[in-house]
């Protein structure tokens, strides 16, 4: 198996191997707790990545067991660190947007006022939802009592990032049920305020 058979979620899985070793179980927790806002996976997905990073060479994996429990724990490798390291050094790539009540909102003259209002008001309580944990974490980390406190400063970026993109969708939200909320009965008979386009020209123009 070569390198390229590694994804991102693989690197993601052999960056939480460098802090230290876990078994499958362990390793999918700590990727829906702490990476999942970020980087969200299926389950099933993330079973596999431990063993595809031993056939890489990049882990080694160990039977033990907890009781009668059997479990496998798996750790870093030398050549592990090395491809981490590698992979840390390349530029990624840039977020892609995957937002289904956005898109809805692109068709929104072909449904109802009230349909569309619906979507904004589920995209707000998205945004409040997500940040429960975030907003807990943040408190944690400035307490000085979050998870792994010591080495906080990645971490920080990451945060920083998720509360302001928490804020804007619930701004955003605000924004959008008031213009839908000018809109006639029927969507299709709206008619967009100038002044807004002016107002998102100016905001593009950093």
Do not use: C
Not at 5 to 31: D, H, K, R
Request: charged share 20%; hydrophobic share 45%.
């Amino acid at each position: 198996m070569s390198s390229t058979s590694a994804t991102s979620t693989s690197f993601a899985v052999l960056g939480l191997l460098a802090l230290g070793p876990g078994s499958t179980y362990e390793l999918t927790q700590q990727v829906q707790r702490s990476l999942g806002r970020m980087w969200p996976r299926a389950t099933s997905r993330l079973y596999e990545e431990p063993k595809k990073l031993v056939a890489l060479g990049w882990a080694t994996a160990t039977a033990e067991s907890v009781g009668r429990r059997p479990r496998t724990v798996y750790t870093i490798t030398a050549e592990g660190r090395a491809a981490l390291a590698r992979w840390l050094a390349e530029p990624a790539q840039g977020p892609v947007l995957e937002f289904e009540q956005l898109l809805k909102l692109v068709f929104a003259d072909q449904g109802s006022r009230d349909d569309a209002l619906r979507t904004v008001a589920a995209a707000r309580a998205w945004a409040e939802q997500a940040n429960v944990g975030n907003l807990v974490a943040a408190r944690e980390y400035a307490s000085g009592k979050g998870p792994q406190q010591h080495r906080a400063a990645p971490p920080l970026l990451a945060g920083a990032f998720l509360t302001d993109f928490y804020a804007l969708v619930a701004r955003w939200a605000d924004w959008a049920a008031e213009q839908i909320e000018t809109w006639p009965d029927d969507p299709a008979d709206a008619v967009a305020d100038p002044a807004e386009f002016e107002a998102i020209a100016r905001r593009a123009d950093w």
